[in-house]
């Protein structure tokens, strides 16, 4: 959260840190409710791996509670493969 920003600002949010040398675990992502459908969430990934995922590296989904977010593992999988994606479908 920036100081200053009242929480009608934030639409979502991923939050994650460093996993090991090479890696990084996705602790949560989340899109405000009245928002869902309009790929908040997507694009959040999406930059996350240009800016973090590198070859040889990893991104942990961690425990997946929702379909949206398997499918945004999956899609990563496929669209980065020298990434390890990993994570567990808890759904």
């Keep these: 959260m920036v100081p200053g920003v009242s929480d009608n600002c934030v639409i979502g949010f ?8 090479k890696g990084w675990y996705i602790d949560y992502v989340k899109t405000r ?5 309009q790929k908040v ?15 040889g590296g990893m991104v ?3 425990k997946m509670m929702q379909p949206q977010i398997g499918h ?3 899609k990563m ?3 980065y493969p020298d990434v390890s994606v990993i994570g567990a479908k808890n759904f």
């Design 77 to 79: 999988e496929k669209q």
């Design 60 to 62: 942990h989904f961690g």
């Design 33 to 37: 409710g009245d928002k869902g459908g």
């Design 14 to 21: 991923l939050d994650f840190h460093k996993y090991g040398d």
């Design 41 to 55: 969430a997507s694009q959040l990934v999406d930059e996350f791996f240009k800016r973090y995922a590198e070859p």
């Design 72 to 74: 945004l593992k999956d």
